[in-house]
Nanobody, 119 residues
Framework: QVQLVQSGGGLVQPGGSLRLSCAASGSISSISGVGWYRQAPGKQRELVAP???????NYTDSVKGRFTISRDDAKNTVYLQMNSLKPEDTAVYSCNAEIRRGTARYNYWGQGTQVTVSS
């Protein structure tokens, strides 16, 4: 059984910082691409930041220069460091990972975590 367990998130004032973690556990051969997504009330889910197995990253325009995605393969964990947070960053954040188990690849989602930016 493979699980993606998220931690971090919560309530923060505008301009503050949070770090989200997404840890994979279970029978894993390797983790390929991972993405952080978010969904605000009444809006579609959007891809915030993906990272490839080689560590290549990308960011949606609204978070460039403020968010940083990184990975620690020794810990099977991906992070999203969020700085200079704005009220419009308020959303449920979820991680999604492609995980290799033996010769097969599977897609998993974390449980989601609420991030609220408010004074």
């Amino acid at each position: 059984q493979v699980q993606l367990v998220q931690s971090g998130g919560g309530l923060v004032q505008p301009g503050g910082s949070l770090r989200l973690s997404c840890a994979a556990s279970g029978s894993i051969s390797s983790i390929s691409g991972v993405g952080w997504y978010r969904q605000a009330p009444g809006k579609q889910r959007e891809l915030v930041a993906p990272i490839t197995s080689a560590g290549n990253t990308n960011y949606t325009d609204s978070v460039k220069g403020r968010f940083t995605i990184s990975r620690d393969d020794a810990k099977n964990t991906v992070y999203l460091q969020m700085n200079s947070l704005k009220p419009e960053d308020t959303a449920v954040y979820s991680c999604n990972a492609e995980i290799r188990r033996g010769t097969a690849r599977y897609n998993y989602w974390g449980q989601g975590t609420q991030v609220t930016v408010s004074s």
